[in-house]
């Protein structure tokens, strides 16, 4: 009885082993680093091996380099168990175990390549392919399926089935993902995503069995900015790329390792292109930025890059554009720029402009005695609130990894969702693990996690500062907390006073700015904008605020056509004939991210080079280049022939264009805090403004893709309908937790 008791309590044991690990599976990937536990030793096919406690055996195996095949299991997902590819033997245990959901214990010792094993993978193989449709020639799955590669490696050469296939229809998931269903295995990678990850919970099974389903409940598009993920994550072809759809094979693709500039997060992302076009593009693993996510405008906006193009130079002849040479357009360009005062020139430049352009364009501008530069900003003829003397006042100094470190987090001004949606499935991680509580300033929206709304105006920032509410208790007494400031707050027309308080806030905060951390953080949202801030491309004191005879627009297309007067000579250097070329008098064609090898800084301060994946088309040039033509022809030419000389140039501007240092210490933060202190106005009426609204259409890229048109129009009518039948009122569910 004793035996049979002990018995008992060590399968109860293994069972809430079991439980546990099943748990920590889907908080693996929101765990903190305070969170680590030590480390056992385990043998796996004989060789030891030292993992975390509580890790899976399948962790340990990879640790260990051994590889166990696998379709429900991923690492930034919750556990599953149910492919069982997985399966591998434990020394003294009857039964084979499935390493994804069995935790490790001390001196465990596991085979993962014995013929039972074997025989017990090629019966998963056999039940998989015995429903799977003989797409292979025809699906754009093909090449990169795993479940081609395992049924080669692992599966055997017949199968018992003779039945008929099951067949299940196809959903209609929106603009972006194509689905066919009857390729599903049923793995729930997508409804794990979508639920943990991208939290909008809009996936999920339906029936049992044979009759189980994967789809979104009721008819309707995925609503989430993050939904092409789950195309990545589909080991067979039952989700892939709708606009991708029959146009490459894998193998015929050259594959360009780049930036994203979407937005100011700087995503890793893989750019295939067959000849001159850009086919497709997908995400690179890179835990410190976007983990292994990138948004559903840096994916699918790539069809764009073809559309609107300039390619040859253009002067306008009264209501007409007529197409140019270089050196006629050059030299009208340089007749202007030489015969007007230099008070009375200004260069704008755009969300996408590089670093090497903007500081060839700042050196043109300062050789001909003009210091009127300015961002293309809500107003750009003032300098940005955060000023550009103190880099943490502009830059995400908590980094974006550690944002899974706040206990208590307060948004201002800004809606991650849509400025950058990849760090939003990051704030999701700690918010997940019960370890943080949020609080917002601004306009309620759905952020896909709960918060508490404390007020729309920024005087919410001072009731704050004077201890007013349970959040402002929460804050103070935070060990790690962070605060999320938008970009466009620091343009806002009383932005100064805004970022005073916000100054008053850190003094109340003891924990937020610290030798080991700084969460006073800035979100921006434009791919340029903090390599124009490190440039210093911002108006200064000695700036004319008229709005000048020659205007210099560098890809600045958000610029409002009443700032530009009408006899004013404007010339538009960039990629696609979007807002800012129809007001040029001069078109110059330049090269879109995919086409050169730029420098990008992102919100946090980190230097990253895009890679040329494609050739310029037509006679279109790299910004840069157009620029230093123009100094020649100008008579001011600028004193670099190649890219190293320019980037040595960079260098000496600011160190951090070419070595992206990240975070700052804490004596030059509290001086920052000090610059920002520094206003002494209370104006903090107003609202805050929205800089996003439509997140499919924010720049010329995304205005001339089809893609981003129809998921526009496709969402539009879906917040419309969602309004239509909650009486009018907000869409969103978790704003006003």
Known sequence: MLRAASKATASTQAVLARKAIITQGWQRGIRTSA???????????????????????????????????????????????????????????????????????????????????????????????????????????????????????????????????????????????????????????????????????????????????????????????????????????????????????????????????????????????????????????????????????????????????????????????????????????????????????????????????????????????????????????RAPAFGVDVRSNYTFNATIAGVEDADVVLLIGTNPRHEAPVLNARLRKPYLATTAEFGVIGEPVDLTYEYEHIGKTPAAIEDLVQGKGEFAKRLQSAKRPLVVVGGAVGEMSNGADVMAAVARLAEKVPQLVTDEWNGLSVLQYAAGRTAALDIGFVPNRQSSQEPGKFIYLLGADEVNPADIPQDAFVVYQGHHGDAGAHLADVVLPSAAYTEKTATYVNTEGRAQLTRQAVEVPGAAREDWKIIRALSEIAGLTLPYDDVSALRARMADVCPTLVYGEVGSSSAVAQLGLAQLRASDGRKLDGAFVKVIEDYYMTDAISRASRTMARSSATFSKQQQKQQKQSGGGSSSSAATA
């Open 35 to 381: 969170s680590r536990s030590k480390e056992i030793e385990v043998f796996i096919d004989g060789k030891p091996v030292n993992v975390e406690e509580g890790s899976a055996i399948i962790q340990a195996a990879e640790k260990a380099n051994v590889t166990i095949p696998r379709f429900c299991y991923h690492e930034r997902l919750g556990i599953a168990g149910n492919c069982r590819m997985c399966l591998v033997e434990i020394e003294k245990s009857p039964k084979l175990a499935a390493s994804c959901a069995m935790p490790v214990g001390p001196g465990m010792r596991v085979l993962t390549n014995t013929p039972k094993i074997k025989q017990a993978r090629e019966g998963v193989m056999e039940f998989l392919l015995a429903n799977h449709p003989l797409d292979c020639p025809i699906c754009d799955q093909g090449g990169e399926c795993d479940l081609q590669d395992q049924s080669m490696r692992y599966g055997t050469d017949r199968g018992r089935f003779f039945e008929n296939k099951r067949a299940v229809e196809d959903k209609d998931i929106g603009p972006l993902v194509k689905t066919t269903m009857t390729r599903c295995i049923h793995c729930t990678r997508c409804v794990r995503f979508i639920n943990e990850v991208a939290g909008t919970g809009e996936l999920g099974t339906t029936g049992r069995g044979n009759d189980m389903q994967i789809g979104t409940y009721v008819s309707k598009p995925l609503d989430s900015e993050l939904s092409g993920n789950i195309i990545d994550l589909c080991p067979v072809g039952a989700l892939t790329s709708k606009p991708y759809a029959f146009n490459a094979r894998p193998w015929e693709l050259k594959n360009t390792e780049s930036i994203d500039v979407m937005d100011a997060l700087g995503s890793n992302i893989r750019v295939d292109s067959r000849g001159e076009e850009v086919m497709r593009i997908i995400p690179r693993t890179n835990d410190a930025i976007n983990e292994e996510w990138i948004s559903d405008k840096a994916r699918f906006v790539y069809d764009g890059l073809k559309r609107q193009r300039l390619t040859t130079p253009l002067v306008r002849e009264g209501d007409k554009f007529v197409p140019t040479t270089w050196s006629d357009a050059l030299s009208l360009v340089a007749d202007r720029f030489q015969t007007t005062a230099p008070e009375q020139m200004r260069a704008v430049a755009g969300d996408l402009a590089d670093a090497e352009s903007m500081v060839a364009l700042k050196d043109l501008f300062n050789a001909a005695g003009s210091e009127n530069l300015s961002i293309d900003a809500l107003n750009n003829k």
